[in-house]
């Protein structure tokens, strides 16, 4: 599947989704099933190029995180430890410690991208990311009030930052659904609504011990830092049941791009398609800053990378989902290796890429004479 695919019944339409001729030409579709009830995948070649670049990129990425560190191994011998045959020392370092990071960090990137791409689709507007909107502010918010107030535990602060995250989706939701929800309308009242839960975080810090304030802040910046398999398992078992819904809604999802008149004429219920894919991407939002804290730019930026690789307009939630995994675990290998033996939170290298990112956008759109 790539950019351009598309899933569900509403693929037998007669008007296509607005692709680029290029990839038209190179594209085939996929059908299982007879009539209505058929499943379609449209299959375009560069979109499923780059997906395949991505995913070798990725192996290439989380072959080299498992064997570098402070007990290096070789590549043939990281090999030999996943499939059972390595000595007793490689297995615990590398099943027992490096591979849950890698693990987290792949699960988290994708489900940044794919949330990313799911936003800014429905908005229309590529500022339309969970941590601008204000879906991960309303994360930490939750997982403050928890750890800070209540005094949790890890699961506590855990229920409190999906707890926080859907809260702040529903009162975003709410607040600009009044005669239906626009695009700007929810970028709009989901920056104002971030302004405020920012500075109630601010005051809960404050407000805390020093030890405990420090603790938040680490978690705040985001950190695959000491990730195991009890943050991994659970946000893999989590995109198992998400990741579908969002693909098969993917067809409806990319016709909301036509604008809410074109997408009826389609026979897409905008509302309902729309509530859908809202709650799986805060859903996605939500499990991967439990997973890993409120990891910056990703959503923002995944997207926008996948659609420049793949040349196509549409969802692209495989190709943003790759390439937001990817995004994380190589800023996450820079961030154990670049100031080695000192590791920095990966939050810290995100915010730096996704900072010169933005610069370059806006350094295109200043030649452009946009700016």
């Known amino acids: 599947m790539s950019a351009g695919f598309a899933t569900g019944p509403a693929a037998q339409a007669s008007v296509p989704v607005p692709r680029t001729a ?3 030409r190179r594209g085939g579709t996929l059908r299982a099933g007879r009539g209505r009830r058929g499943l379609s995948v449209r299959v375009e070649g560069r979109g499923l190029a780059v997906c395949a670049g991505l995913l070798a990129a990725l192996v290439a990425v989380a072959a080299l995180s498992l064997a570098t560190g402070d007990y290096p191994l070789s590549v043939p011998d990281v090999l030999r430890t996943l499939v059972g045959r390595g000595e007793p020392a490689d ?27 799911v936003f800014q689709l429905v908005t229309r507007n590529p500022l339309g990311s969970p941590d601008v909107i204000g879906f991960t502010s309303g994360a930490v ?46 970028i709009l009242v989901g920056i104002g609504l971030s302004a405020v839960l920012q500075a109630a975080n601010e005051y809960l810090l404050t407000r805390a011990r020093l030890e405990e304030a420090q603790a938040a802040q680490v978690w705040i910046l985001g950190s695959l830092n000491g990730r195991g398999w009890e943050q991994a398992l659970p946000l893999g078992a989590g995109l198992a049941v998400l990741v579908p819904v969002a693909l098969l809604a993917g067809r409806s999802l990319t016709m909301l791009d036509l604008g809410d008149d074109a997408a009826r004429a389609l026979g897409v219920d905008v509302d309902r398609t729309r509530l859908l894919v809202l709650a799986v991407a805060v859903a996605m939002t939500a499990l991967a800053a439990v997973a890993a804290g409120p990891i910056a730019f990703v959503a923002l930026a995944a997207p926008q990378v996948a659609r420049r690789l793949t040349g196509a307009v549409g969802a692209g939630l495989v190709a943003a989902g790759l390439t937001g995994a990817l995004l994380l675990l190589v800023s996450d290998f820079a961030a154990q290796r670049v100031f080695a033996p000192t590791q920095l939170p990966v939050g810290v290298m ?17 030649r452009r004479g946009r700016g």
């Open 22 to 24: 290029a990839a038209a």
């Open 350 to 366: 995100t915010g730096a890429v996704g900072g010169l990112y933005m610069a370059y956008l806006l350094l295109t759109q200043w």
């Open 91 to 117: 297995e615990f370092i590398v099943v027992g410690l490096r591979l849950p990071r890698v693990v987290t960090a792949l699960l988290v990137g994708l489900a940044l991208g794919m949330a990313g791409a």
């Open 141 to 186: 918010t939750g997982a403050l009030v928890v750890l800070l107030v209540l005094g949790g535990g890890s699961t506590a602060t855990a229920l409190g930052a999906l707890s926080g995250g859907a809260l702040t989706a529903a009162l975003v939701y709410l607040l600009a659904a009044r005669g239906g929800v626009q695009g700007y309308r929810l």
